[in-house]
T-cell receptor, first 114, second 115 residues
Framework: EAQVTQNPRYLITVTGKKLTVTCSQN?????MSWYRQDPGLGLRQIYY???????DKGDVPEGYKVSRKEKRNFPLILESPSPNQTSLYFC?????????????FGPGTRLTVL | AQSVSQHNHHVILSEAASLELGCNYS??????LFWYVQYPGQHLQLLLK??????LVKGIKGFEAEFIKSKFSFNLRKPSVQWSDTAEYFC?????????????FGTGTKLQVIP
């Protein structure tokens, strides 16, 4: 089944404790992206990747890191999480890196930073 | 930078009523436009998209949207809503000026359909 998976689905952590949210897609898509969803703000793009080893900042990259060592995986790293990073996070993928078409979204990761 | 406005934050309709959700974007030029839907407890999924050609596009579940370039708008419509249309709807744009890899979403509209 074609899908985007994220782990963990729920995470409660404390300020400053490094964490990684994994994202994997099995559709051989070139493009992958991370978004955060906050009430009243919609989805905001954090980082995106057009292909392996090619990443770029979205609109809200501060406090986040990403890497794209393999085509299927695009982990989101919070080196020192803070309470303002409490949010619902979505990973997405699309089959063209140059002109993004339909994005396929993962189920979301609800992160709480205390 | 591109911005997307969805002026209706929360819409409540009775079944069989007609629906129109507004979406306006700020920067002209060549853009791609999307409507995504998030049903309760489910992933975001594509409703419809516009890249070029006929400005009236049809999507899944009887939804359609019209691209009006002069108004920077891409409003979503459905002639008769059902209870199962209860969801949150997001408009999204990519293209100028940020490039086709950067996607800007609106803040979303929560639709509640009353049986």
């Amino acid at each position: 089944e074609a899908q985007v998976t994220q782990n963990p689905r729920y995470l409660i952590t404390v300020t400053g404790k490094k964490l990684t949210v994994t994202c994997s897609q099995n559709m051989n898509h070139e493009y992958m992206s991370w978004y955060r969803q906050d009430p009243g703000l919609g989805l905001r793009q954090i980082y995106y990747s057009m292909n392996v080893e090619v990443t770029d900042k979205g609109d809200v990259p501060e406090g986040y890191k990403v890497s794209r060592k393999e085509k299927r995986n695009f982990p989101l790293i919070l080196e020192s999480p803070s309470p303002n990073q409490t949010s619902l996070y979505f990973c997405a993928s699309s089959d063209r890196g140059s002109n993004i078409d339909t994005q396929y979204f993962g189920p979301g990761t609800r992160l709480t930073v205390l | 930078a591109q911005s997307v406005s969805q002026h209706n934050h929360h819409v409540i309709l009775s079944e069989a009523a007609s629906l129109e959700l507004g979406c306006n974007y700020s920067y002209g030029g060549t853009v791609n436009l999307f409507w995504y839907v998030q049903y309760p407890g489910q992933h975001l999924q594509l409703l419809l998209k516009y890249f070029s050609g006929d400005p009236l596009v049809k999507g899944i579940k009887g939804f359609e949207a019209e691209f009006i370039k002069s108004k920077f708008s891409f409003n979503l419509r459905k002639p008769s809503v059902q209870w199962s249309d209860t969801a949150e709807y997001f408009c999204a744009v990519n293209g100028a000026p940020g490039g086709y890899q950067k996607v800007t979403f609106g803040t979303g509209t929560k639709l509640q359909v009353i049986p």
